[in-house]
């Protein structure tokens, strides 16, 4: 089978490899023949890097690099199954790749997009056959993330959805099948972790290493939440909060925190410009943790509660199923457990109790508790069986 990636960024080469450790011939394109270069460069790193680990062979490694052919044009399309695009997050842009790609692949070639915030119903509208498009969303680096979210718009047909399904499942990657709603699931669900750190912090409650410190030491998640905003890019991750905020026309729930604004503003992107919530310079201060255990408790408590609240309300307004809510969180973020799982554990009316007495302390719509979580405290239900 013959696929093509068009975008050779750090999504669309990571693809390309999993493609190609799969057995397939990968077209890997990009507009800009620098970004080619790049991206054989970045594979020829890694590939030697997996041959030195021992997890590849020399043979292997030949094996697989030559199944990615690099070119900057669309030869060899029109004889490919699946092309998915990971290029420029622009709507117009992404549509007018499509209507171009549409004019050369066959009729029964599925046309996939990776966006992360765009609606895939928007993207199909520019085909001539919306039918055949599809939102496969990977997570970075795509190679070693397992999760794939898989979203149909309302134009999709059901082959090129089970089609898709099979293809990814193939990759040995892990689908989830999510509505085509703002975020899909991780990136929505996952809004608190970084929403309500921050309120926490602007409200004076703790510094950013205190915070981060309950999530490690009381959650279990591998990196507290300032320490991720800084990996990703304060950038990057306010861009993305607003984006979201504005997609859900105004909710409450997601609005950005000044906070953040102001850093990106202020290029303070994180790790990559040396420095963001923390410094990253060789004259960085050492970090100050108050190590008060209730107030750790109580702030690993109300992020989660609120990723829970976030995680049931999405099954409540049927965004995915139960199982794939918590598969999303524990494979494309690798929450420690499952958030359906976790209020389980902690007893859906303390979940219940937890979120109305901030919504009572606060009146404010953040805090509005799901009616699916209130519904199930009042017929005393679990997510799962235990
Ligand atoms: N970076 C992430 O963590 C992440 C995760 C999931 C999904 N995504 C999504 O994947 C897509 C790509 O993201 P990225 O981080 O790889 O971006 P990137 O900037 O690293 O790469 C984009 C590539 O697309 C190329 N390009 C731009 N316009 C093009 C065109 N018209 N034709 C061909 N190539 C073109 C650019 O030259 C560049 O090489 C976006 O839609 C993004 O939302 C990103």
Not at 189 to 218: K, Q, S
Not at 299 to 313: H, K, P, Q, T
Not at 342 to 362: M, P, Q, S
Request: with cysteine; charged share 25%; net charge neutral.
């Amino acid at each position: 089978m013959k696929f093509a990636v068009i975008g050779a960024g750090s999504m669309g080469r990571g693809i390309a490899q999993v493609m190609a450790q799969s057995g397939a011939t990968v077209f890997l394109i990009d507009k800009f023949e620098k970004a080619i270069e790049t991206a054989k460069a970045h594979h020829a790193k890694i590939f030697a890097r997996l041959v030195e680990k021992g997890k590849w062979s020399e043979a292997q490694k030949t094996e697989i690099a030559s199944r990615i052919v690099y070119q900057h044009d669309f030869r060899g399309l029109e004889v490919c199954a699946f092309v998915i695009e990971a290029i420029i997050e622009n709507v117009e842009i992404k549509k007018s790749l499509f209507q171009e790609l549409e004019a050369i692949v066959d009729d029964k070639c599925i046309l996939a997009s990776n966006t992360s915030s765009l609606s895939i119903a928007s993207l199909g509208a520019a085909l001539k056959k919306p039918e055949r498009c599809i939102g496969v969303h990977f997570f970075n680096p795509a190679p070693l993330m397992k999760l794939v979210e898989i979203i149909p718009a309302i134009q999709t047909s059901k082959e090129t959805l089970q089609s898709t399904t099979d293809l990814v499942n193939g990759w040995k990657k892990i689908t989830v099948l999510a509505k085509d709603t703002p975020g899909f699931i991780v990136n929505r669900v996952a809004r608190p972790f970084y929403g309500e750190a921050l309120r926490i912090y602007e409200e004076g409650f703790a510094n950013p290493e205190t915070i981060d410190y309950a999530m490690t030491e009381i959650g279990g998640f591998r990196m507290g939440p300032f320490t991720l905003m800084d990996y990703i890019g304060n950038d990057i991750n306010y861009i993305v909060t607003e984006t979201v905020f504005k997609s859900f026309y105004y909710d409450a729930r997601y609005k950005p925190a000044f906070t953040q604004k102001r850093l990106a503003e202020a290029g303070y992107f994180g790790r990559k410009t040396g420095r963001g919530y923390f410094d990253y310079g060789p004259d960085a201060e050492p970090k100050i943790i108050n190590k008060e255990e209730l107030l750790l408790k109580n702030i690993f408590w109300r992020i989660l509660v609120m990723l829970i609240n976030e995680a049931a309300d999405a099954l409540y307004l049927n965004i995915a199923s139960k199982e794939d809510i918590d598969l999303a969180m524990t494979k494309g973020v690798n929450y420690p457990k499952g958030l359906l799982a976790w209020a389980d554990e902690k007893g859906i009316d303390h979940c219940v109790d937890t979120l109305d007495r901030l919504f009572n302390e606060y009146h404010e719509e953040r805090y509005r508790c799901s009616p699916l979580l209130r519904r199930m405290k009042k017929d005393n239900l679990k997510f799962f069986r235990s």
